[in-house]
């Protein structure tokens, strides 16, 4: 008996195995965009380069610039990222860096980019970075810092992910595993979407990397189950499932990034080529 129960806690002291490293998400082209400095939101035949207070509005074949919205920054002080959701774009919206952090989202026409509606979460959670929808769900995340922005009594660490329903109530809520933490402090997540694999793809606000999370079968941390380097900088990212392709920006030289994303996460639906992860 002694002997069983000091294997069993040998097996619990030995660190869990890092999650894999996939294939790189490659660079594929890159589109100017003054914008590009918070995400980026993409569909069928757009992209939407999100700024604080503005929105430029892309061709997705030509790369030239169709429309654009300005906003008044005491009312859109700081726009975190969007995502085109059915027939709406809709941005997470917060005061970052004022504080108390207090979050909204915040609801446009993609046709005319009419600010057409609102939703204030209010204080309390984070800084909202980005918002989506699947299952019926809207799933968002709120960032917490350890530097400027940050609420006292709470860091990077506190950063979390909600799934609300279709009246904004709070349904569930995870945090994000240790493995991640670390590649976003002192800053936060800044983008995420799910993908065609019913994974969630998350970025930080710098490192060049994606990472794939799952829900846990049990317990309130998400599940790390693999990093993909990435040619974009962090910040908010769309996928473009009809392409296949992820869209990120590079804030530094305010440009879209178009990437071609390791076939890894889809054993089961394509090719994947011997040695590719």
């Known amino acids: 008996m002694l002997i069983s129960a000091v294997w069993a806690l040998a097996l619990m002291s030995e660190p869990a195995a890092p999650p ?36 430029g509005k892309y061709d997705k074949r030509t790369g030239r610039k169709v429309a654009e919205w300005t906003g008044d920054p005491a009312l859109f002080p700081h726009l975190n990222s969007c995502a085109v959701i059915e027939t709406r774009l809709v941005c997470a919206s917060s005061n970052y860096p004022a504080t108390p952090m207090t979050s909204s989202v915040e609801v446009f026409d993609p046709a005319s980019l009419t600010h057409v509606g609102t939703v204030s979460l209010g204080p309390g959670t984070g800084s909202l970075t980005w918002v989506t929808r699947k299952d019926g769900f809207w799933w968002a995340t709120f960032a917490n810092y350890d530097d400027r922005g940050g609420d006292a009594g709470r860091d990077h660490k506190s950063t979390v ?53 799952a829900l846990p079968e049990a317990g309130g941390v998400l599940r ?54």
């Open 20 to 55: 894999p490293t996939l294939a790189p998400a490659e660079k594929v082209r890159r589109i100017p965009a003054d914008e590009a400095r918070q995400g980026v939101a993409v569909d069928a035949d757009h992209l939407y380069a999100i700024d604080n207070t503005r929105i």
């Open 161 to 213: 992910l909600v799934r609300f329903d279709d009246e904004w109530r709070r349904t569930s809520a995870w945090l994000f595993p240790e493995t991640v933490l670390a590649r976003f402090a002192p800053k936060s997540s800044s983008g995420g979407v799910w993908g065609p694999d019913g994974r969630l793809y998350v970025t930080g606000h710098d490192a060049r990397e994606i990472y794939v999370l």
């Open 224 to 277: 790390h189950v693999a990093t993909m380097p990435a040619a974009a900088p962090g910040q908010a990212i769309a996928w473009d499932e009809a392409q296949g392709r992820i869209w990120g920006i590079d804030r530094a030289r305010r440009e879209l990034i178009e990437m071609a994303p390791s076939p890894c996460p889809y054993p089961s639906r394509m090719r994947v080529p011997a040695g590719a992860c």
